[in-house]
């Protein structure tokens, strides 16, 4: 069964603080997104990658950076918290499309609160 | 920019039928659907390619009117199970990524 496994659930953290936010996957999968949830706003892409070390700014890229150091491992990292990056951030995985994106598998989120 | 769904939110009750609209500005190659669970990561529910065909299973299918960039999502004589947010995402031609949509929420009464 294919996982998608985001290291915490629930997170608090408070303003200025450099918060790192893990994902892994066991699919062996090429690609992996950082997206964050917001009411009303729907998924919104922050970073992606599509290989070891390589990264691609998303749509809101301002405020987040990403490391991606092993292929299974994708981490999103806030340098410094703000009160507006309070959200639900999900991970998910895929393999890379010949014609056209495969089916994204998701993780559970992690809810961060920045007070 | 991100595509539009409507409704953003719709009731019904068990037995009855729904439909869910993404449109978007940009040509498109692709539409993806997506159905997220209360509490739970959102599941691949089924693609629909530039040139395909309506693809979809049990009583979930969906169209994709290529000309008007816009894609929906029919839910037949709607489960309880069905109850969750919809959201599409939808992807350009070269492009290595999904915007999603704002998202369906949907609600089945018994």
């Known amino acids: 069964d294919v996982k998608v496994t985001q290291s915490s659930r629930y997170l608090v953290k408070r303003t200025g603080e450099k918060v790192f936010l893990e994902c892994v996957q066991d699919m062996d999968h090429e690609n992996m997104f950082w997206y964050r949830q917001d009411p009303g706003l729907g998924l919104r892409l922050i970073y992606f990658?599509?290989?070891?070390?390589?990264?691609e700014k998303g749509d809101i890229p301002e405020g987040y950076s990403v490391s991606r150091e092993k292929k299974e491992r994708f981490s999103l990292i806030l340098e410094s918290a703000s009160t507006n990056q309070t959200s639900m951030y999900l991970c998910?995985?895929?393999?890379?499309?010949?014609?056209?994106?495969?089916?994204?598998?998701f993780g559970p989120g992690t809810r961060l609160l920045v007070l | 920019q991100q595509p539009v769904q409507s409704p953003q939110a719709v009731i019904l009750r068990e037995g009855e039928d729904a439909v869910i609209n993404c449109s978007s500005s940009k040509a498109l190659y692709s539409v993806h659907w997506y159905r997220q669970k209360h509490g739970e990561a959102p599941v691949f529910l089924m693609i629909?390619?530039?040139?395909?065909e309506q693809k979809g299973h049990e009583k979930i299918s969906a169209s994709f009117n290529e000309k008007k960039q816009q894609s929906s999502l029919y839910l037949t004589a709607s489960q309880l199970s069905y109850s969750g947010t919809y959201f599409c995402?939808?992807?350009?031609?070269?492009?290595?990524?999904?915007?999603f949509g704002q998202g369906t929420r949907l609600t089945i009464n018994p």
């Open positions: 629909l390619l530039k040139g395909g």
């Open positions: 990658s599509y290989d070891v070390k390589m990264k």
């Open positions: 998910a995985s895929s393999n890379p499309g010949t014609a056209h994106q495969e089916t994204q598998y």
């Open positions: 995402g939808t992807e350009r031609q070269g492009a290595q990524k999904l915007v």
